[in-house]
């Protein structure tokens, strides 16, 4: 609920970047702006900063270039690529293999890896060269699984 409407006070109080791409989750945001020069980016930041303090929040604002890392995913705005993102410190697990879980629960383990990366990364030859970090993963978890990226035509 705060994040909806810190989007509402953004559009209403920064009318300037209110048609641009805004979206909050959790502590989350993006903005993609479409004037990016360095005073009209500098004015938006100093408004942003003023409306969180404003209402008791802090926020950082990072990045000038077409590309941003949001949640899990790292978005190319000039070729229009995504592709996963892990922060430089993410010490991410899964159940290790024999575990006590059930059977179908252990078995669907790699497979939702393999879809959730598969579901962002834009295209099979980003799928490829961002697997190897989650296959070790796996493997450490007790799971031997070569994930395979599953063209979508074929099903």
Do not use: C, W
Not at 53 to 67: D, E, F, N, W, Y
Request: glycine share 6%; aromatic share 8%; no cysteine.
């Amino acid at each position: 609920m705060v994040g909806l409407y810190m989007l509402h006070q953004i559009k209403t109080k920064i009318p300037e970047i209110a048609s641009d791409l805004n979206g909050i989750y959790r502590d989350d945001g993006l903005i993609k702006m479409r004037n990016t020069s360095g005073r009209f980016r500098e004015n938006i930041t100093k408004k942003l900063h003023s409306l969180f303090r404003s209402h008791g929040l802090k926020i950082t604002v990072a990045g000038t270039g077409p590309q941003a890392n949001y949640l899990n995913v790292t978005l190319n705005l000039s070729d229009k690529t995504y592709q996963p993102y892990s922060k430089p410190n993410d010490s991410s697990i899964y159940i290790n293999a024999r575990s006590n879980h059930p059977p179908r629960v252990l078995k669907n383990i790699p497979e939702s890896v393999q879809r959730r990366i598969q579901d962002i990364s834009s295209s099979k030859d980003i799928f490829d060269k961002s697997k190897q970090g989650y296959e070790k993963k796996l493997g450490e978890s007790g799971y031997n699984k070569t994930l395979q990226y599953k063209d979508d035509t074929t099903s």
